[in-house]
């Protein structure tokens, strides 16, 4: 079955410092590059952390915060002046190899909008980000559909695809037709909820009720 890898998706072209970026250097990237955050690289261009907006925020916040206010690491970050000092670390990162699905739940679970995409040795290949995850759901119909009936009914399943009505209108799939067990019903319907480019499955299937 289709399973697209994040390096099929991610983009080359990031922008990122090196960990001795000052923190102009930092500003000036952010704003002529139009993103929000941004990868530090040590003298290898392995990522060893990642500088955001809120990071270089916190310079402009100290003062208004007062010492007392401060917590360790927003003074750290006040007080800072160079990527390493300022950088939150460890980065969250994805191999190129991970599929998409796998990038999704890692993005959702720490709670980031993107993620470095690194090689075996921890080095930047790309980044990621959740718009660029959400390109699966491009996917033509058509080949959802053929995936559906061929890998899925057919294939895992082992159904003459001659007994079901597959058809798929703007990523949502209807599957109709006739299943002898209800639990090969369901197991049905979720492998094919979880094809690649699915918004949402309609259950059309006829089996028995227990």
Do not use: Q
Request: a neutral charge.
């Amino acid at each position: 079955m289709k399973e697209t890898a994040v390096e099929e998706i991610m983009t080359t072209r990031v922008v990122a410092v090196r960990e001795e970026a000052t923190f102009k250097e930092m500003v000036a990237a952010l704003r002529s590059s139009r993103v929000s955050a941004f990868p530090v690289l040590d003298g290898i261009d392995r990522v060893i952390g990642v500088v955001s907006e809120a990071d270089l925020l916190a310079k402009e916040a100290g003062p208004a915060l007062g010492r007392r206010a401060w917590r360790p690491k927003e003074r750290a970050k006040a007080t800072g002046v160079i990527a390493a000092e300022l950088m939150t670390t460890p980065a969250i990162t994805v191999a190129g190899d991970a599929s998409v699905a796998e990038a999704a739940a890692l993005m959702r679970s720490r709670r980031v909008k993107r993620l470095p995409v690194v090689d075996r040795n921890g080095r930047l290949r790309g980044i990621v980000s959740r718009a660029d995850l959400l390109a699966v759901f491009e996917r033509p119909d058509c080949e959802i559909c053929d995936e559906a009936v061929k890998a899925v009914v057919e294939g895992e399943f082992g159904l003459d695809p001659e007994m079901f009505v597959v058809t798929v209108r703007s990523g949502v799939i209807t599957v109709t037709g006739s299943v002898d067990k209800r639990a090969d019903a369901l197991g049905l319907l979720n492998a094919i909820r979880h094809l690649e480019g699915v918004v949402a499955v309609r259950d059309r299937l006829s089996y028995p009720a227990a």
